[in-house]
């Protein structure tokens, strides 16, 4: 008995161990099991954080880009200032058709004009220090009559791009060619040191009284009007017209023989020769014979001339930044025969012009020209000649041949491009008494021009298109063109 008792209680001993060493192990099993939920749960939870923190990234920025949006569009003043026009991320959401530019803004004038200083110097010549001009067009060789901007041979006008420091160029006004002004308006020019000039011919619109004109800007400022003789009758016949000169603060300047058939070269003529008119101005202002004026010029000189040092400007085109888009949507609108347009296209795409791209040293390679502000230096005259040539060889579309020019010019003509919307706060756009039209305009093909047809040419502009390039042009195809928007 008591053997079996020792035994039992030996047995029972010997056992505790085996039943301890299982506890450890039910309890280490339980641990681990109970381990590896947490993970799983660590670890979804850490890829759904990474996911949240994802989606509200994702969600600010759309959040910025939608605040972006509203502040860009907004016609409230103080969200509009917070909106940078001129930002990447502006350009891109444009691109996008996600925000369209302002029509107007507001422009960021000096206060008073009469505390505006004028500079005492004027901007020291860059690359070019002495510019003249042929004035004399060679007939006998050309064996034709004298033209207005001359018979440049593609060798001149290929010499004119390169700068040197004294420079003979091609710039309109040729003797005997018409495009003259009478002697008692020559002399009353050379007194305007400052000078806002427009035009108007073949009748196509009445003069437009500026407002917001200062006093002292009245004193500065001569503002010439320069018209033909069929405008100034026509002006006669529809406003009052004081001492056969003035209307209203504008000073008729009568161009006799207009030197084109197409009113719309002669319109080029003040506009980008301003230089040649008015050979003693300092700083002209160009605005077009449609437009009023209703800010200050001597504000204008202080906002895109001295206060950034400029010395020209001009505003960014709305709707294109490429010329190549902009001659698409003239022959859309029928603004010139679009064959002509195309073979102009072709010499500039043969000359090595791209589609203009974001990495252009330029904001845009089409201008919207009816407000020009520049500083008479010879670089910026030495411009206006070149960019007159192209209008004078080819189409009288001058925004197609500013931003070729600039292009030519490698870089060395510095400019200032402001913004569209600033540009048409500047003035108030009224109609044209009538349309312009030329028969020109609705040329299909050039094979219209040969045999009877021949007299649809332009008897003395655009000598380029019908003088022989010097290279195949058949082979050049032009860039394909993204119609981005419903102008035209």
């Known amino acids: 008995m008591d053997n079996d008792a020792h035994r039992s209680v030996s047995l029972r001993a010997s056992r505790r161990p085996d039943r301890s060493h299982s506890i450890l192990e039910i309890k280490a099993a339980d641990k681990s099991s109970s381990d590896y939920p947490i993970k799983i749960i660590w670890k979804r939870g850490f890829i759904r954080l990474l996911l949240v923190g994802g989606i509200l990234w994702m969600l600010l920025i759309l959040i910025v880009l939608l605040f972006h949006i509203w502040t860009c569009q907004s016609s409230i003043v103080f969200l509009s200032a917070i909106c940078n026009k001129d930002s990447t991320v502006f350009q891109m959401l444009h691109t996008m058709g996600l925000v369209t530019p302002p029509h107007r803004c507001s422009i960021p004038l000096a206060n008073d004009p009469e505390k505006v200083v004028i500079p005492e110097k004027r901007s020291p010549p860059k690359f070019v220090q002495s510019l003249t001009y042929f004035e004399e067009d060679d007939v006998i060789t050309n064996g034709s009559q004298p033209l207005f901007g001359g018979h440049q041979s593609w060798e001149q006008r290929e010499d004119s791009f390169k700068l040197k420091s004294s420079m003979k160029v091609h710039c309109g006004f040729m003797k005997n060619v018409g495009a003259e002004m009478s002697h008692k308006d020559k002399e009353y020019v050379k007194k305007c040191k400052f000078v806002v000039a427009s035009g108007i011919f073949d009748g196509y619109d009445t003069p437009h009284q500026p407002s917001n004109v200062s006093p002292r800007s009245k004193k500065l400022f001569c503002f010439l ?157 030495l411009f206006s000649c070149l960019w007159f040539n192209e209008v004078n060889l080819f189409t009288p579309r001058d925004q197609l041949s500013f931003g070729f020019v600039v292009y030519r010019l490698k870089g060395n003509f510095k400019f200032f491009m402001f913004p569209n919307c600033e540009y048409n706060a500047i003035f108030i756009l009224h109609p044209h008494t009538r349309e312009h039209s030329s028969k020109i305009e609705w040329v299909k093909s050039l094979n219209e021009f040969k045999g009877n047809n021949s007299g649809l040419k332009e008897s003395r502009g655009g000598l380029g298109l019908w003088a022989p390039y010097p290279a195949d042009l058949n082979s050049v195809v032009l860039p394909p063109v993204a119609r981005t928007s419903k102008a035209g």
């Open 225 to 381: 009007m320069v018209v033909d003789e069929i405008s100034l009758d026509f002006i006669k016949s529809n406003v009052s017209v004081r001492d056969d000169e003035w209307v209203g603060i504008w000073r008729l300047i009568v161009l006799k023989n207009p030197p084109y058939d197409e009113p719309r070269r002669n319109g080029k003529v003040p506009k980008i020769l301003t230089h040649r008119l008015f050979p003693h101005a300092l700083y002209s202002i160009w605005i077009d014979g449609k437009m009023e004026l209703i800010v200050d010029p001597l504000l204008m000189l202080e906002r895109y001339l001295w206060r950034g040092k400029y010395t020209f400007a001009i505003a960014q085109h709305k709707h294109h930044n490429n010329i190549y888009e902009e001659a698409d949507s003239n022959k859309r609108r029928k603004r010139y025969a679009r064959p002509l347009i195309d073979h102009h296209m072709k010499i500039y795409r043969y000359e090595g012009l791209e589609p203009w791209n974001p990495l252009k040293q330029t904001k845009s390679d089409v201008p919207e020209g009816a407000i020009i502000i520049r500083e008479h230096t010879p670089l910026n005259n």
